[in-house]
């Protein structure tokens, strides 16, 4: 059985790979019985759409994957906290558990609208949370340069 850290260890290369394309570097994957069944990192500037998020394509691949629109039963690992966009589609899936990286203290979901999981899923926070906010530290001091 994979930790969390593990897990999280691959969204971070996602989020990396996202950064070295210019992207603001987020990673997100699911697993289901301790597998990997979809991963994402951002691409809004690649694919000219604010709704190509990293936990957006992760999503899309996982239920497209399983076949069905509820990820009852997985996982998401994301290095950055979900905005609401990001929550409200994890709310529709159902997921049954988020692990998240990074807070993000302008448009995290929990700063503006805290109780917008499904009332079921389980949420974890802090995994690797350093690494996380050094990649978008480091990110963002270099878009200033």
């Known amino acids: 059985m994979f930790s969390d850290d593990y897990f999280m260890d691959i969204a971070l290369s996602l989020a990396e790979e996202a950064a070295e394309a210019g992207e603001i570097p987020v990673g997100a ?18 694919f000219n759409d604010v709704t190509a998020h990293a ?16 990820l009852t039963d997985c996982t998401l690992y994301v290095t950055l ?24 203290t ?13 009332p079921k899923t389980r949420v974890e926070t802090g995994v690797l949370a350093d690494d996380s906010q050094q990649l978008l530290t480091k990110f963002f001091r270099r878009l200033r340069t």
């Open 29 to 46: 994957l699911v697993v289901a019985q301790n597998r990997i069944i979809a991963k994402g990192r951002n691409q809004t500037e690649q």
């Open 55 to 70: 936990e957006m394509l992760a999503i899309t691949a996982a239920t497209q994957y399983l076949g069905g629109k509820y």
């Open 81 to 104: 906290e979900p905005c609401v966009m990001c929550a409200g589609a994890l709310f529709w899936a159902q997921i049954g558990r988020v692990v998240i990286g990074a807070p993000d």
């Open 106 to 118: 302008k448009r995290g979901y929990s700063r503006i609208q805290p109780s917008l999981l499904h």
